[in-house]
């Protein structure tokens, strides 16, 4: 992982402005539209090309693929797992409830209304292996094109996943995120070994407050995110801790899984799932004179 003593490393979120005619491919193939799949490839692999190129030109340290190949940072996991097929999800979120013309304006957006969420009506399982070995070819290979070093890619949670696919298959929502994380396993894997930083976009653990569980309590709702923990940590307990990042409310750490979503809560049960768990705890603050920090600055309110 890459370090400075001298100034702070820069990065972004992720997902990067893709190409109009990429939009219009990723859209014609979410609407079922047929697309060449040999024609789509290329052209994901020239714009993350394009994309890593001009992030280099702006001085931006850790690079990402800018999430070319997938239609959202969520949703796209429908294209790579088996398992969902099942009626799509209908979200509503509480904090717009009252506000109905900014509720129209946000699931009116093209990229939003456009995204298929179909329910899990089947055993959730890896369909497609060789999609994440594509982007991490996609993108080691643009980034030796302009010597750049280190790379992050990112990936959803099982929380995520969870949230906007319906569960209409497992008998619980537990048994649902666990087959999720076993699933998504592959995926994580196949950054980290690469030798990319994987970064896993977890906002469930805040925006779940107010579209998945906006009825319960906020006691009810830290058992839940505990779930949801639990899940991400089975999920990786396999990969290198050091080789993750987690984005969560807005805010991105490069730190341990469960050091980076600053829940009050922790992760203690998902022994009885066959791993051992990893304790929660606090990300560590660099003082200010170790020229240190363990943060990514993602957004304009990261700090160290």
């Not at 692999?45 to 693929?65: F, L, T, W």
């Not at 799509?88 to 946000?106: C, H, I, M, S, W």
């Not at 805010?251 to 990893?278: D, M, N, Q, V, Y």
């Amino acid at each position: 992982m890459k370090r400075s003593t001298e100034r702070f490393l820069t990065t972004h979120a992720g997902s990067l402005p893709r190409p109009e005619d990429l939009v219009r491919m990723m859209y014609a193939k979410e609407e079922g539209v047929p697309v060449d799949s040999a024609a789509l490839a290329s052209r994901i692999r020239s714009a993350v090309e394009d994309i890593v190129h001009k992030q280099a030109g702006a001085g931006v340290d850790v690079v990402n693929d800018g999430e070319m190949s997938k239609p959202s940072y969520a949703t796209y996991v429908k294209d790579r797992l088996a398992g969902f097929g099942g009626s799509g999800n209908t979200f509503v979120y509480q904090d717009l409830a009252e506000f109905p013309n900014l509720a129209k304006r946000v699931f009116g957006d093209p990229g939003r209304s456009r995204r298929k969420t179909p329910g899990c009506n089947a055993p959730v399982s890896v369909r497609d292996a060789q999609a994440a070995r594509d982007d991490v070819d996609n993108l080691k290979a643009a980034a030796g094109k302009v010597n750049v070093q280190e790379m992050f890619m990112s990936a959803a949670s099982p929380g995520v996943i969870g949230l906007f696919f319906r569960n209409d298959h497992y008998p619980s929502q537990e048994a649902y995120l666990f087959a999720i994380a076993d699933a998504m396993r592959h995926e994580y894997e196949t950054v980290a070994k690469a030798g990319v930083v994987l970064q896993i976009d977890c906002p469930d653990l805040g925006m779940g407050r107010h579209i998945q569980y906006a009825d319960l309590s906020l006691a009810e709702f830290k058992k839940k995110a505990r779930l949801h923990i639990e899940a991400l940590n089975h999920a990786t307990a396999t990969s290198r801790p050091t080789d993750c990042a987690c984005t969560c409310a807005g805010a991105t750490t490069r730190a341990p899984i469960t050091a980076t979503c600053r829940l009050p809560i922790s992760s203690t049960s998902s022994s009885r799932h066959g791993r051992a768990p990893f304790p929660w705890r606090p990300p560590t603050r660099a003082t200010p004179t170790s020229g240190k920090c363990s943060r990514r600055l993602s957004c304009p309110k990261a700090r160290c």
